[in-house]
């Protein structure tokens, strides 16, 4: 019998696939879906936070611009897949000032010493989805790359 798991982690390529479709620059497109798609790349959505669960608009992890790049600090908990993953669809707050949709930004964050990942076991229903717990300290990463 197959388990939740396997559901979660063969949809997460078509999660995050079709937001980069969707919402992605050219160069990200070009970057990140084609190995998406041969399973070349793995992918995790970021979107679950200690405090607020799977709230977008409760987000604390924040993303604040500097120039040409964005610095990513926070956390997020119970990520399927974050123990493989290549490329994380993270939810961050980029919006202080702003209390609506427009206080949220998606953004691609590749793996990097500045991400760190802790598994998360005996977890009920998903233990074989890698799930995880993602830290980003002060994770600096180029804009619209």
Same mark, same amino acid.
């Given at each position: 019998?197959?388990?939740?798991?396997?559901?979660?982690?063969?949809?997460?390529?078509?999660?995050?696939?079709?937001?980069? @479709?969707?919402?992605?620059?050219?160069?990200?497109?070009?970057? =990140?879906?084609?190995?998406?798609?041969?399973?070349?790349? +793995?992918?995790?959505?970021?979107? +679950?936070?200690?405090?607020?669960?799977?709230?977008?608009?409760?987000?604390?992890?924040?993303?604040?611009?500097?120039?040409?790049?964005?610095?990513?600090?926070?956390?997020?908990?119970?990520?399927?897949?974050?123990?493989?993953?290549?490329?994380?669809?993270? =939810?961050?707050?980029?919006?202080?000032?702003? +209390?609506? @949709?427009?206080?949220?930004?998606?953004?691609?964050?590749?793996?990097?010493?500045?991400?760190?990942?802790? @598994?998360?076991?005996?977890?009920?229903?998903?233990?074989?989805?890698?799930?995880?717990?993602?830290?980003?300290?002060?994770?600096?990463?180029?804009?619209?790359?």
């Amino acid at each position: 019998m197959l388990g939740a798991s396997l559901a979660c982690l063969y949809s997460l390529p078509t999660i995050v696939g079709e937001a980069i @479709h969707v919402f992605g620059t050219r160069q990200q497109k070009e970057k =990140y879906l084609k190995p998406i798609i041969e399973g070349k790349l +793995t992918v995790a959505e970021a979107l +679950t936070e200690p405090r607020g669960g799977s709230d977008f608009f409760g987000a604390t992890a924040t993303a604040r611009r500097e120039g040409d790049f964005y610095v990513l600090n926070g956390q997020k908990r119970f990520i399927v897949g974050a123990e493989g993953a290549d490329l994380f669809l993270v =939810y961050a707050r980029t919006n202080q000032d702003a +209390t609506s @949709h427009k206080a949220i930004s998606a953004l691609l964050v590749e793996r990097r010493n500045e991400v760190e990942i802790q @598994h998360v076991y005996g977890l009920m229903g998903t233990r074989g989805g890698g799930t995880g717990r993602v830290y980003f300290g002060m994770c600096k990463f180029q804009w619209g790359t």
